[in-house]
């Protein structure tokens, strides 16, 4: 059976600080697909990332970055220097992939940035 | 590219009346899933459709729920003899084909059964 864990159920900061979101996945497939949904306040997710369980490179863009470590099933999102409008609920959502493209979404972990 | 969307964005119903979702994916998408959301969950898989062709089916979707997708275009998602348990948000997500894609989700329908 596969779990999903997003261990912080919330996060609060200050403004232009850095936020680390952690997921960890348990499964026993070799091949999977990870993504970071965004839920703001309107409540729309939106799509942040996707990576397969393959790369496990470590990758910027923009202010958001990530780093997935297969050893441990982790798979980490950093904001940096976040702002207000970072303010959101972020799911991670694993994917088996191969024949199988449901998302089984972790339980959220809200961020408040405050000014 | 217009998104995808649902109506209604919000249904109140009495318990034991039966509702209906309508979702409108991205145009050139193949597949379409349905997704629950309670507060404070994230969002569960319902079912999806590839083409007009319902693949999957999760146990949560028990026999009062229905979903079609006729003509592998828009679909509807239905509830008979509602519950004050089926009281949650109903996202309805498009994506093309290939492997694991990227999801594209809608606004949701908030449904809340009195």
């Known amino acids: 059976a596969q779990k999903v864990t997003q261990a912080q159920t919330e996060i609060s900061v200050v403004e232009k600080e850095d936020v680390t979101l952690d997921c960890v996945y348990e499964?026993?497939?070799?091949?999977?697909?990870l993504f970071w949904y965004k839920q703001p306040p309107s409540g729309e997710l939106v799509f942040l990332i996707r990576?397969?369980?393959?790369?496990?490179q470590n990758e910027i863009s923009g202010r958001y970055s990530w780093n997935f470590q297969k050893s441990t099933s982790s798979f980490n999102f950093t904001i940096t220097a976040s702002q207000v409008v970072d303010s959101a609920v972020y799911f991670c959502a694993p994917t088996p992939g191969s024949n199988d493209y449901k998302l089984s979404f972790g339980a959220g972990t809200t961020v408040t940035v405050r000014a | 590219d217009t998104g995808v969307s649902q109506n209604p964005r919000h249904k109140i119903t009495k318990r034991g009346q039966n509702v209906t979702f309508r979702c409108d994916p991205i145009s050139e998408h193949n597949r379409l899933y349905w997704y629950r959301q309670t507060l404070g969950q994230g969002p569960e898989f319902l079912t999806y459709?590839?083409?007009?062709?319902?693949?999957?089916k999760s146990r949560l979707l028990s026999d009062r729920f229905s979903a079609e997708r006729p003509k592998g275009s828009f679909s509807t998602l239905e509830i008979q003899r509602t519950e004050q348990g089926d009281s949650a948000m109903y996202l309805c997500?498009?994506?093309?084909?290939?492997?694991?894609?990227?999801?594209?989700f809608g606004p949701g329908t908030r449904l809340t059964v009195t």
């Open positions: 499964t026993r497939d070799t091949t999977y697909y």
């Open positions: 990576r397969n369980s393959f790369d496990e």
């Open positions: 459709f590839q083409n007009e062709a319902q693949l999957e």
């Open positions: 997500a498009s994506s093309g084909i290939g492997q694991a894609p990227r999801q594209y």
